[in-house]
T-cell receptor, first 110, second 112 residues
Framework: SQQGEEDPQALSIQEGENATMNCSYK?????LQWYRQNSGRGLVHLIL?????REKHSGRLRVTLDTSKKSSSLLITASRAADTASYFC??????????FGQGTRLTINP | DGGITQSPKYLFRKEGQNVTLSCEQN?????MYWYRQDPGQGLRLIYY???????QKGDIAEGYSVSREKKESFPLTVTSAQKNPTAFYLC???????????FGSGTRLTVV
């Protein structure tokens, strides 16, 4: 069962620009998480935001959560070539397994 | 360094064979998971285990089996009943179910 849906499916920007990816979900959640996956590799956990939080920062990452709209966004500022990857949102519903979206493929052009 | 080790990295299976994918973690995590990823797709949950000697089916468990005899190990067997097993398999673990997963580097299984 797919819970999160990322938008856009693919994004291509120039190095140094900001990248914004969105995630929408259907049911109530306990937390929302973002992961990065480089091609052919495992996923890396980036950030977790809980349902009672609205915004969270980690280095060049900024995540927002709007539970009334059931949506989240991930902003990567001052993008670098190394940020090229697929980004997945995943929703947690209490002590339940995570449900992952289909991902956004981000390409940073030098 | 703590982490999750998946082996082998690449695996080839003949039709009708069972194969077992290894997943070992030294993070002292209670929960472990197996996901399947098809090209350009998201992750689909096969099985997960919250504690030793206990595991639950995920969304696509048919044709797969697991065991959890030790906290560190959660092997996945792809049986001959799985009709379309070619995919990228990812193992993960976490302290708490549903939060902050650590992933292995994956096993790419191909049926030949």
């Amino acid at each position: 069962s797919q819970q999160g849906e990322e938008d856009p499916q693919a994004l291509s920007i120039q190095e140094g620009e900001n990248a914004t990816m969105n995630c929408s979900y259907k049911t109530s959640i306990n937390n929302l998480q973002w992961y990065r996956q480089n091609s052919g590799r495992g996923l890396v956990h980036l950030i977790l935001i809980r349902s009672n939080e609205r915004e969270k920062h980690s280095g060049r990452l900024r995540v927002t959560l709007d539970t009334s709209k059931k949506s989240s966004s991930l902003l990567i500022t001052a993008s670098r070539a190394a940020d090229t990857a697929s980004y997945f949102c995943a929703t947690g519903q209490g002590a339940q397994k995570l449900v992952f979206g289909q991902g956004t493929r981000l390409t940073i052009n030098p | 360094d703590g982490g999750i080790t998946q082996s082998p990295k690449y695996l080839f299976r003949k039709e009708g064979q069972n194969v077992t994918l290894s997943c070992e973690q030294n993070l002292n995590h209670d929960a472990m998971y197996w996901y399947r990823q098809d090209p350009g797709q998201g992750l689909r949950l096969i099985y997960y285990s919250q504690i030793v000697n206990d595991f639950q089916k995920g969304d696509i468990a048919e044709g797969y089996s697991v065991s959890r005899e030790k906290k560190e190990s959660f092997p996945l067997t792809v049986t001959s009943a799985q009709k379309n097993p070619t995919a990228f398999y990812l193992c993960a673990s976490s302290i708490v179910v549903g939060e902050g997963y650590t992933f292995g580097s994956g096993t790419r299984l191909t049926v030949v």
